[in-house]
C-alpha cells in the first residue's frame, strides 16, 4: 500500500509544452508539499498546501501552478515548459502544518528536450 | 536560500565501521530532522531532533545537536551495505513553516 503516490514516474517531451503531475496520499495527512530536485540533488520547495489552503509559495514561475482538488490530492501543472525544468520533482505530505517527518513519493523525473 | 550544509560531502567507508555526517545551518530553528534517499528513490525519514534536545537514538542511528553551534551530526553504528545512500539533513522552523534541505552527503559502504 503506496503511502504517496504520484504519477508518472518519467515525463519526457518537448519545449513549449503543457504538462501535469498527479500526487496522492493515503496517509490521512493535512499537509501536502512539492519539491523540486535538481540534477545535483538540492532539494527546494515549490508549493505546500494545508486542507486544500496554499501556505507555502516559493518563488515559483507563475508556470507552475498547484492544485488541490482534496486534502489527499495535490497536482502540479506546468505550463510552456522549459529546458530548465528538467528535474525530478517529489510530491511530499506530513501530518500537521509545523514541516515534521514528511513522507515522500518516488519522485517524477521530468525532462525536457 | 539554502539552510543546512552536510560535511563530508562524500564518504566511503567499509562494512562494519562507523559513518559519522555533519551539518551546519545558520538560522534559528524549531527542529532539525535526518532524511535518507536511496538511488533513484523519494527521501525517507530517519529521526527528528527538537531544539531544546541534546540527543537522540533511534537503532543504529545517533543524532547530536549543538544549537550554539548551529550544528547537528548523525552517527551511523555498524554500517551496512544497504546504508548506501545520500543522506540529507532539513531544518524546520515550526508551524506553517518550510522544511529547507541541505545538499547531502554520499555515503557508499563497501562490502
Known amino acids: 500500500d503506496t503511502a504517496v503516490s504520484q504519477t508518472p514516474k518519467y515525463l519526457v517531451t518537448q519545449m513549449g509544452n503543457d504538462k501535469s503531475i498527479k500526487c496522492e496520499q493515503n496517509l490521512g495527512h493535512d499537509t501536502m508539499y ?25 518563488t515559483v514561475p507563475n508556470r507552475f501552478s498547484p492544485k488541490s482538488p482534496d486534502k489527499a490530492h495535490l497536482n502540479l501543472h506546468i505550463n510552456s515548459l522549459e529546458l530548465g525544468d528538467s528535474a525530478v520533482y517529489f510530491c511530499a505530505s506530513s501530518l500537521g502544518t509545523g514541516a515534521e517527518k514528511l513522507f515522500f513519493g518516488s519522485g517524477t523525473q521530468l525532462s525536457v528536450l | 536560500s539554502q539552510q ?17 555526517m555533519n551539518c551546519s ?4 530553528i524549531n527542529n532539525l530532522q535526518w532524511y535518507r534517499q536511496n538511488s533513484g528513490r523519494g ?15 533511534s537503532g543504529r542511528l545517533r543524532v547530536t545537536l549543538d544549537t550554539s553551534k548551529k550544528s547537528s551530526s548523525l552517527l551511523i553504528t555498524a554500517s551496512r551495505a544497504a546504508d548506501t545512500a545520500s543522506y ?11 522544511l529547507t534541505f541541505g545538499k547531502g552527503i554520499t555515503l557508499s559502504v563497501r562490502p
Open chain 2, 25 to 28: 545551518y545558520k538560522t534559528s
Open chain 2, 88 to 98: 540529507f539533513c532539513a531544518t524546520g522552523g515550526g508551524a506553517n513553516s518550510k
Open chain 1, 34 to 58: 512539492w519539491y523540486k530536485q535538481d540534477s545535483k540533488k538540492f532539494l527546494k520547495i515549490m508549493f505546500s498546501y494545508n486542507n486544500k489552503e496554499l501556505i507555502i509559495n516559493e
Open chain 2, 4 to 20: 543546512g550544509e552536510e560535511d563530508p560531502q562524500a564518504l566511503s567507508i567499509q562494512e562494519g565501521e562507523n559513518a559519522t
Open chain 2, 43 to 57: 527521501l525517507v525519514h530517519l529521526i527528528l531532533i527538537r531544539s531544546n534536545e541534546r540527543e537522540k537514538h
